[in-house]
């Protein structure tokens, strides 16, 4: 072998590998930190690969070097040593840099995984927002939880009607004013949007026989002019008992202990002879302000809630007329029962003190959110 061309293979080789390495050697020395700042992990990790096939390629088995050192035996003895410690020193310096490149490359890809894992377990955890019931089914719970403690059945019913249900089961003449379209929406095939949940009186009666009590929350809906105490949708309960020798006495009582059970122990009520097509006799009933406890007066002024007169007026009652009965096959001479209904959405503008039933169905979160 020459001795020219044994003397240059070592730079070459080192040539070689520095060629390849050149984009490696960022990640040694001084500016090594400032270059590994800027790598991610996912690239961290793909340098470090390469870095290991750079390593097989240039100080492997099959590499220029492995052969550089078969070669030594070969040389001129003279030469040998010589050329055999620049051979080393070659192998050596390869070496030194892919060694100190994977350190650094490792160390910065640990770090960067560690990081990434963090979890700073003082941070205030991230709350999911939960939402909240609106105030009418607040109090649409509070008013069922009452009703079936005393053994009532919560109905549901339709919400589109035909007059079956809306007027003629319930006794209400066809040249009623209720029927006219002022009062009531029609669909265009002629069904009412339900104006009362008394209509829930007349399917819980077909679908049970008396002995039977039910009650019945729900939405209905009138022709009225939006305002602070109006709106042309809105909510009712109705409620209906059936059994034998069933009297106003019944009523009275059922409609004290629940007005009592809702707005405080101390309550009592009112009713007022009134005329309802579905009841007879029909009466009106009030309860003692729970604001002013029925006195009037707060504080040496008018009560605000009641306007000084000490009493809320709430809803409509009666014993159930007999023609109802008949309307679906239950003889009046053997059951009686007695109805009553009024308005969730006025009960909870009261227990809320809200000035404006509108707000309850505007849906805006800052007034809904308060009734958490
Ligand atoms: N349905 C009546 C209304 O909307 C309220 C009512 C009055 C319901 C008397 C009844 C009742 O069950 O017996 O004004």
Known sequence: MSTEVTSRQPEAVREAFEQEFGRFAR???EGRAVALSELRLADAEAALRELAELRTRHAGKKSALANLKKQIGR????ERAAFGQRVQQTEAEIAASLDEAEAALRSHAARARVELERLDVTLPGRRPRRGHLHPITLVRRRLEDIF??????????????TDFYNFTALNIPPDHPACS???TFYTTEGFALRSQTSTVQIHAMQRRKPPLRVIAPGRVFRRDTPDATHNP???????????RNVTMAHLKGTVTE?????????????????YFPFTEPSAEFDFSCFKCGGTGRLAGEPCRLCKGGGWIELGGSGMVHPNVLRAVGIDPEEFSGFAFGFGIDRMCALLYSLDDIRLLFEND????????
């Open 148 to 161: 079936v403690s005393m053994g009532y059945a919560v109905e549901d019913g339709p919400e589109i009607e």
């Open 75 to 78: 040389v001129a003895p003279e």
């Open 233 to 243: 949708m809105f909510f009712q309960l109705e409620g209906l008992l059936v059994d």
């Open 258 to 274: 629940f007005l009592s059970r809702m707005f405080g122990a101390g309550t009592r009520t009112r009713f007022r002879p009134s």
């Open 27 to 29: 990640f040694r020395g």
């Open 365 to 372: 979160v800052r007034f809904l959110e308060q009734f958490n």
């Open 181 to 183: 379209v002022q009062d």
